[in-house]
T-cell receptor, first 115, second 112 residues
Framework: AQSVSQHNHHVILSEAASLELGCNYS??????LFWYVQYPGQHLQLLLK??????LVKGIKGFEAEFIKSKFSFNLRKPSVQWSDTAEYFC?????????????FGSGTRLSIRP | DTAVSQTPKYLVTQMGNDKSIKCEQN?????MYWYKQDSKKFLKIMFS???????INETVPNRFSPKSPDKAHLNLHINSLELGDSAVYFC???????????FGPGTRLTVT
């Protein structure tokens, strides 16, 4: 069965620091990969996605993620964070071709930015 | 224009009551979902419908019953509410299974 691991539960950074949030998945086949963001009190919004092609994916608000197939990873990065990036970040995976296609979400990483 | 809408936004009720949450999407998507997000922000899928047909039914108590009158609507009815049902419930939709999902604003259910 597919699963998603986000090892960082809570990350605290100062403004302008660089960010990398880890995401690993377990599934041997082809996958679709996603990062979602949930700002305080709001619903989940898509940050970026990877289906195929260039493994370095650029999303909204300066975020990017790199798919490394050999490591089963899809880490999220941002070179310089802002206070407004304070939110919960969810990595998600879909196993392509599965009979009941669903997206599995990681447990989330809370990002707190000190102004 | 609201893409995925849910009503109500807040729901406070007593144990043992029956309640419903409604969800509507105007994106023309074929697939809709219900998720439960607990106090630790863990997001767990409950149900998924594709063109009014149930395709995913996770391990959810049968007190929870989804209903999809048409592909733009997916409602969630909960019988005999329990304290442990307190959570935020999110509806979502996607073009088809496995594609990016668009989430509603959530319904915060509090059972007292």
């Amino acid at each position: 069965a597919q699963s998603v691991s986000q090892h960082n539960h809570h990350v605290i950074l100062s403004e302008a620091a660089s960010l990398e949030l880890g995401c690993n998945y377990s599934y041997g086949g082809t996958v679709n990969l996603f990062w979602y963001v949930q700002y305080p009190g709001q619903h989940l919004q898509l940050l970026l996605k990877y289906f195929s092609g260039d493994p370095l994916v650029k999303g909204i608000k300066g975020f990017e993620a790199e798919f490394i197939k050999s490591k089963f990873s899809f880490n999220l990065r941002k070179p310089s964070v802002q206070w407004s990036d304070t939110a919960e970040y969810f990595c998600a995976v879909n196993a392509r071709g599965s009979s009941a296609s669903k997206i599995i979400f990681g447990s989330g990483t809370r990002l707190s930015i000190r102004p | 224009d609201t893409a995925v809408s849910q009503t109500p936004k807040y729901l406070v009720t007593q144990m043992g009551n029956d309640k419903s949450i409604k969800c509507e999407q105007n994106l023309g998507h074929d697939t809709m979902y219900w998720y439960k997000q607990d106090s630790k922000k863990f997001l767990k899928i409950m149900f998924s419908y594709n063109n009014k047909e149930l395709i995913i039914n996770e391990t959810v108590p049968n007190r929870f019953s989804p209903k999809s009158p048409d592909k733009a609507h997916l409602n969630l009815h909960i019988n005999s509410l329990e304290l442990g049902d307190s959570a935020v419930y999110f509806c979502a939709s996607s073009q088809e299974g496995g594609h990016e999902q668009y989430f509603g604003p959530g319904t915060r259910l509090t059972v007292t």
